[in-house]
């Protein structure tokens, strides 16, 4: 009884802090009823838009030099930079905290390839027809092709981060293959960015 009380509180406060976004993802097969193949890809963006508008991308795509943490997206506490390499200045390099995995004691997320995406990717703040458009275009996407940033989307550990993100946050919606699949079926549809 106490954990199931506990289990209610905890999910509450939970959808207090990250406004209830939904935890589902629509599968491809859903878009199937649209019959214009543009409109179909376009709409197959808007889905996997709730993973890449989600804190746990976000967070590390910000619009400046500092990352954000937590549903809320505040300002990441210590203060950090990103550095010259994405992983911090020379005496705050994110692995120091971000170790090979998440410490669930201490609420330190980590991955052995910690760091912020390039200034290029970062999408705070921008409408997803903005960041479909940034994550097309291979000056601003790391060099990827369309077929690449679905392995990335798809199949990257970093990005897996995303759905498992350890204790006391919500993990992106879906999961890391269902995100994957909505990215193969929106370039199979014509790579369409929604309005």
Do not use: Y
């Amino acid at each position: 009884m106490k954990f199931a009380v506990l289990a209610a509180v905890v999910g509450l406060m939970t959808c207090v802090t990250s406004d209830c976004r939904s935890a589902t993802l629509a599968a491809p097969e859903n878009f199937a009823g649209i019959g214009d193949a543009a409109a179909r890809s376009a709409a197959l963006f808007t889905e996997l838009g709730k993973v890449l508008t989600n804190p746990r991308c976000v967070n590390c795509h910000p619009a400046g030099d500092r990352p954000h943490q937590g549903e809320l997206g505040r300002s990441h506490q210590p203060p950090v930079e990103r550095g010259p390499d994405g992983r911090g200045l020379t005496a705050m390099r994110c692995p120091i905290c971000h170790q090979d995995a998440n410490f669930d004691p201490g609420r330190v997320p980590g991955h052995h390839e910690w760091r912020l995406a390039p200034r290029e990717m970062g999408w705070e703040g921008k409408t997803l027809g903005e960041i479909c458009a940034q994550i097309k275009d291979q000056a601003r996407n790391g060099g990827r092709s369309l077929e690449a940033l679905a392995r990335h989307i798809g199949g990257d550990t970093l990005v897996g981060w995303a759905w498992s993100p350890g204790f006391g946050r919500q993990p992106a919606p879906g999961t890391q293959k269902e995100a994957g699949a909505l990215v193969e079926a929106w370039i199979n549809t014509g790579a369409v960015c929604p309005k």
